[in-house]
Nanobody, 123 residues
């Protein structure tokens, strides 16, 4: 069984940076895409970013394009999300996910999820 554990969340001032990590266990994920989603209170879970298994293709939501960078280390079985120039509206619980079928932008397409890590951006 695949297990994903996120870390790196916390409280940061607007304009600051955080780096999230998603460590996988139970199976090598070197041949599966990985993604980050987020969910703010009262809102639906939304796509943030995704990366293909070789890391040669990356995808971003328009709201984070140019500020966030997704990467992965297949040796460490870990994905990362570098978040720069953070805004108040980036406040949410961030989840990583792996193995999708159909649309990578749709959270319902992804099969394995971590428990989430809270990111809070303050003014």
């Amino acid at each position: 069984q695949v297990q994903l554990v996120e870390s790196g969340g916390g409280l940061v001032q607007a304009g600051g940076s955080l780096r999230l990590s998603c460590a996988a266990s139970g199976r090598t994920l070197s041949d599966w895409s990985m993604a980050w989603f987020r969910q703010a209170p009262g809102k639906e879970r939304e796509f943030v970013s995704a990366i293909t298994w070789r890391g040669d293709n990356t995808y971003y939501a328009d709201s984070v394009k140019g500020r966030f960078i997704i990467s992965r280390d297949n040796v460490k079985n870990t994905a990362y999300l570098q978040m720069n120039s953070l805004k108040l509206e980036d406040t949410a619980v961030y989840y990583c996910a792996t193995y999708y079928i159909d649309s990578l932008y749709d959270p319902r397409s992804w099969n394995y999820w971590g428990q989430g890590t809270q990111v809070t951006v303050s003014s």
